[in-house]
């Protein structure tokens, strides 16, 4: 079998992997001349030396906001640092040595952008790709579509009244590099996920003053040094009015409130559609049910990723090699029975692939299911105890497949 896979960024790369073991011919198609995805680093936030959009949401001084234990391939561990939490370089570094060590960098195309992905008549893919040096355009045929391109780079936007009035003054997250802009100004960040506590941090090292607006509960407790407020209920000239009718003025908004799942190089055919961030038909948020040899990847959210990746493909190779069998009508009825429970649970559609501390039983599902090897149950253990210790960042440390402890 002939597999193509989008993108090698983690997710790619531990695909190129799985797809060698279970031996799959694979190419790795992959925009840019790097592995590793989001990883990278670049000073260019809009547009790379190609012209294309940058992929990377990547900033200066950011922290890994999971253990380093939790994001680990199987088998393939981290040699450096001995704390948990990590740098994006030293995950860079990690990624690189885990495609060298397995000898995957041949089976990637570099510099090559996916722009079709269609399904033929005999149950094959047509894959179209262009290289962005050349402009050279070629299409080749597959058995199977492993789409990794990762989900961080279309910037979602809240809708508030009064949002046009400061656009020149407002970024997304996306474009968020290092906090030089913001030096003595009075800046407002919207939403409390990660990235606006991380950035709302740097940013206030050299800020006047940093204001950090959400609802909920902020990932990990929100830093001592900003001035915490709740949703703006509207925007006026330079001032933010409050839910709670206080208001505040500013000189920059930095909107850290997530991303959109896009796959612009799917055609209609794929079957494929997205709704307020909801893509389906997904069977277990993986196989495309109307197209069970395609596969999108990583769309659970607040999960542990490395792990999960080499699970989901381990997955969907079982799936395409006929390891197990389940007919369309088996695969809706999973689809319709999870939304009713995330319907009961009152969870809105751009929380449709939310996992969290459910990990461990989806985990569990994806293998059982399938008759694969399970995910180590210290990785679901460690991410249960980090989640209801409030995110605090600790140091972890596995002792084996089922246990660990806490360091001083």
Known sequence: ???????????????????????????????????????NYTENADRDENGLPVHSSMYQGLCTNLPKELMEYE?????????????????????????????LLPYIKFFTQVTLIDPTDDDQWRVRVKNVKTGDVSENLFDGVLVCNGHYFEPSLPSIPGMERVETKSIHSHLYRTPDAYKNKRVLVIGAGPSGIDISRLVAAVAEKVFLSFSGKPFGGSPQEVAVKPRVRCFEESKAIFEDDTEESFDHIIYCTGYKNIFPFLSEQCGITVEDNWVKPLYKHLINIEHPSMAITNLISAICPFPIFGLQIRFFLALL???????????????????????????????AHFIGTGQGGYCEDLA????????????????????????????????????FVVMQ
């Open 1 to 39: 079998m002939k597999i193509a896979i989008v993108g090698a960024g983690p997710a790619g790369l531990a695909a190129i992997r799985h797809c060698l073991e279970a031996g799959c011919e694979c190419v790795g198609y992959e925009q840019t001349g790097n592995i590793g995805g989001i990883w």
């Open 75 to 103: 088998g393939f561990y981290y040699t450096e640092p001995d704390h948990s939490f990590i740098t994006q370089e030293e995950v860079l570094r990690y990624v690189r040595r885990f495609a060298n060590d397995f000898k």
């Open 368 to 403: 059982k299911t399938a008759g694969i090897e399970p995910v180590a149950s210290v990785i679901h253990k460690m991410y249960v105890h980090y989640a209801d210790s409030d995110f605090a960042r600790r140091n972890y440390r596995v002792i084996d497949k089922d246990n």
């Open 321 to 351: 090699k006929g390891h197990f069998t389940v007919s369309k009508e088996e695969m809706y009825e999973d689809l319709k029975v999870d939304r009713a429970r995330r319907d009961s649970e009152k969870l809105p559609l751009k929380k």
